[in-house]
């Protein structure tokens, strides 16, 4: 009895010629995130994917944690396989169960067969009955119970039999590395790294981009960052984080600036700047967490303005949501204990008391012209510091 | 490095660290085993507890060793309501007491127990009369600060002690002397408290050692059970050589405590002439919040219309280092509860910088960090 891990997946069925590819970056995906934790071998047959382990004391509750981060999957099973003889396979399911029951405290079940190699002699409702009755015979305890059981034995018959008795759901999406880069505007809150996750989730690579206005927020909120950006990377890997160091260029425009436009303006130079960034990483996106009528900056109004700043597309995935669904999503991908943290920007100095909530695009440009604008970009450009995130 | 923090925790004595460092290697026995090790062990402890009893006039029995301050203040509080708790429910706290109290109390309120806040003047002293009043027959614990840890006001403790002994000889009187030791001369018999909690980390000793004076007779209940170390009272392995690093730094810095006070009230005052003259010249004013005849080593002084964590970081980038009377979470402003206690206004409480000095600070240093200060101000104080 080998342990295995089967990985399935469901979108990629979709793709068509392409699908080949889909499939390997999965593979190769699984294979990087898991061979640091022992080396695996994945090989992938008849649209599924089977993880094993070339060790035999492999920390299996570790490896399923970690295909469940990883985009492109559909669900997983710890699996056992047997070779595809009925006796054979008899014998392994009363092991199978009498394992499972040390384990949990089981009264019911079904059995649930599926024959993807049609040459076997018993078809599925056979194998059903079969085992079945097997395994009655055997645990005295165990009963039938086809609507409700505590646990259903899954045997899947192909070129070799497979016995498991849990499906876990994965984290759905597209494999990472399938959909091209996008730079995220990340900030301290709750929405950005949900953001990220979001369009991560459709198989696309993440640079991260954060302003820094120390000393007027404290290096505290740097480090709660850094730890959003390493919550993200467990979902995909490599991020780079450029920390944009932002207070000269805020308190040009507060200087220099009407009040109600400050925040608006802002906004403008974190777009300006992160295209840069987004432009020589190779991104072809930004992304931010910005919502319909959230706050000032996120007026319909406003994000015309913002968007006018920049010139490559701005996907805000969570344009639709309500705050509530964005705590769940944040609380689901563990970046909202984090991202709650009182090391928010503590600067009301750069608040305007009454922002403007329907700016125009005409003045916001017309404002804009009392800064030095290159000079004042370059700068903070020569010192952004760029943290290989893991 | 301008170190102005020392009231939050001091940097530990060189020869101290050198001392636990060898004893952690050297001297690792268990001072519960029976064997020499454990003896060895355990005769370090018994000379670093007479050591720590001498620096406050107590005897040794009546010290409890602790994991640190907070540990010292939840043990006396409530291991005294939980025997008290028979022969009545009230209790009288200052309100500006630190968190390891008012915390603690807050906890035995949703108990049961009644809790009641005494009047506070503007320097969070608390009134004596108001003392008086307040004590009943069920009066069965009072807790006040010896020192306060932001404004550095000197409590009357020895005072209140015996307006409570006039009272009932049941009431227990518990000092939170964390920031008193080695500032302020400390002799428990004088004073007449039956509790005192104490902390090494604020006097150059380690972190995580602390102690419980309790007076002989005083009975308490242990907040943690075990192997019955520490007389029953605080189980657990104890901590030998924090302890004895705990009783050299206590020795060092009372052996110095007067030159270092007079030291640290040249730097305090320095620092407020420089800030008074330079602020001045801005035409901007400055608050002090500290009373004149408070500890030596604490300077409280608030700014007006900024906030003081922002001044914080601004000093922080020239490596000066201080704290704030408030923390600013995101979106409300937390004002600090002892300034608002002594009724600072608002406006003032938030931007109030607590300095905190050592024996090891200079008035050069104060120098600096008032024309820092006024730069942090010319730049903020635009706004």
Redesign the interface.
């Known amino acids: 009895m080998e342990k295995i891990i089967l990985v399935r997946y469901e979108e990629i069925f979709l793709k068509g010629l392409n699908k080949s590819t889909f499939e390997n970056k999965l593979i190769m995906n699984i294979k990087e995130r898991l061979n640091p934790l022992a080396p695996v071998r994945v090989t992938r047959s008849q649209s599924r994917i089977y993880v094993e382990f070339q060790e035999p004391d492999v920390d299996m509750e570790e490896a399923i944690l970690r295909l469940g981060k990883i985009f492109g999957i559909a669900s997983v099973s710890p699996v056992v396989k047997v070779p595809a003889d009925f006796d054979v396979i008899k014998e392994k399911t009363l092991t199978f169960i009498d394992d499972l029951l040390k384990r949990k405290a089981y009264k019911t079940f079904k059995v649930e067969a599926k024959r993807g190699d049609k040459k076997f002699p018993l078809n599925s409702p056979q194998i059903c009955a079969e085992l079945g009755a097997h395994i009655l015979r055997n645990f005295q305890k165990l009963k039938v119970d086809v609507h409700n059981p505590d646990f259903v034995f899954y045997v899947d018959v192909r070129e070799d039999a497979y016995l498991y008795c849990e499906i876990i759901p994965g984290a759905k999406g597209l494999p990472t590395g399938t959909g091209g880069k996008a730079t995220l505007l990340l900030s301290g809150g709750i929405d950005s790294p949900v953001a990220g996750w979001m369009v991560a989730k459709r198989g696309v690579e993440l640079e991260a981009v954060y302003f820094h206005s120390?000393?007027?927020?404290?290096d505290r909120a740097r480090d709660k960052v850094v730890t959003l950006a390493e919550k993200l990377s467990e979902w995909c890997p490599g991020i780079k984080l450029h920390v944009v160091p932002f207070t000269d260029i805020q308190l040009k425009i507060?200087e220099k600036c009407p009040h109600e436009y400050i925040t608006i303006i802002m906004r403008r130079y974190m777009m300006k700047i992160a295209e840069r960034i987004a432009r020589k990483s190779g991104s072809l996106g930004l992304v931010t967490g910005e919502a319909i009528g959230q706050v000032a900056s996120q007026t319909m109004e406003s994000m015309l303005v913002t968007n006018d700043a920049a010139t490559l597309p701005v996907y805000r995935p969570l344009v639709g949501m309500d705050k509530n669904e964005v705590i769940e999503i944040a609380k689901k991908i563990d970046t909202y204990d984090t991202s709650i943290l009182?090391y928010?920007?503590?600067?009301?100095?750069f608040v305007a008391k009454h922002p403007v909530t329907r700016p125009s695009l005409e003045r916001t440009r017309e404002y804009e012209k009392a800064l030095d604008e290159e000079i004042l970009i370059e700068e903070a450009l020569n010192n952004t510091e760029t943290i290989k995130v893991s | 490095m301008i170190y102005f923090d020392n009231s939050a925790t001091t940097r530990p004595y060189k020869e101290v660290v050198e001392l636990v460092s060898r004893l952690m290697y050297e001297e690792f026995g268990n001072s519960s085993s029976l064997h020499n090790l454990g003896i060895r062990a355990e005769r370090i402890l018994e000379n670093a507890r007479k050591t720590l009893a001498d620096t406050i006039k107590a005897s040794p029995e009546e010290i409890i060793f602790t994991s640190g301050g907070t540990e010292s203040v939840n043990m006396a509080i409530r291991g005294s309501a939980d025997v008290l708790k028979r022969y009545g429910k009230h209790i009288l706290t200052s309100p500006v007491e630190h968190s390891a109290s008012l915390e603690t109390l807050k906890a035995l309120e949703n108990m049961g127990f009644q809790v009641e806040y005494l009047k506070v003047d503007g320097y969070g002293k608390i009134l004596l009369d108001d003392l008086r009043e307040k004590l009943r027959s069920d009066t069965i614990f009072v807790n006040i600060m010896a020192v306060n840890n932001e404004l550095g006001t000197i409590e009357p403790i020895t005072e209140a002690a015996a307006i409570i002994r006039e009272n009932s000889d049941l009431t227990l009187f518990h000092v939170d002397a964390v920031q008193a030791y080695g500032k302020i001369p400390i002799n428990v018999r004088s004073i007449g408290a039956d509790l005192m909690s104490f902390s090494a980390h604020k006097i150059h000793g380690p972190k995580g050692v602390g102690m419980l004076y309790i007076k002989k007779g005083t009975r308490l209940n242990p907040l943690i059970t075990g192997g019955g170390h520490e007389h029953k009272m605080r189980s657990g392995t104890v901590n030998v050589p924090g302890i004895a690093g705990f009783a050299l730094a206590a020795s060092t810095k009372i052996g110095r405590m007067k030159e270092d006070q007079q030291n640290c009230r040249k730097v305090r005052e320095k620092l407020l002439d420089e800030l008074n003259r330079r602020m001045n010249e801005l035409g901007m004013a400055i608050r002090v919040n500290s009373p004149e005849d408070g500890a030596d080593n604490i300077l409280n002084v608030s700014f007006k219309g900024v906030?003081a964590?922002?001044i914080l970081?601004?000093l922080?980038?020239h490596d000066i280092y201080v704290s704030s009377g408030s923390?600013?979470?995101?979106?409300k402003d937390a004002v600090s509860h002892v300034l608002k206690a002594a009724k600072v206004p608002n406006e003032w409480a938030q931007g109030a910088i607590r300095f905190s000095f050592s024996g090891e600070n200079t008035e050069d240093e104060a120098v600096v960090c008032a024309e820092k200060l006024a730069e942090t101000m010319r730049t903020?104080g635009k706004?």
Do not use: G, I, Q
């Open positions: 120390y000393p007027y927020t404290s507060n009182p928010e920007d503590c600067c009301t100095v | 906030k964590e922002n970081h601004f922080e980038m923390a600013c979470h995101s979106r903020l706004k």
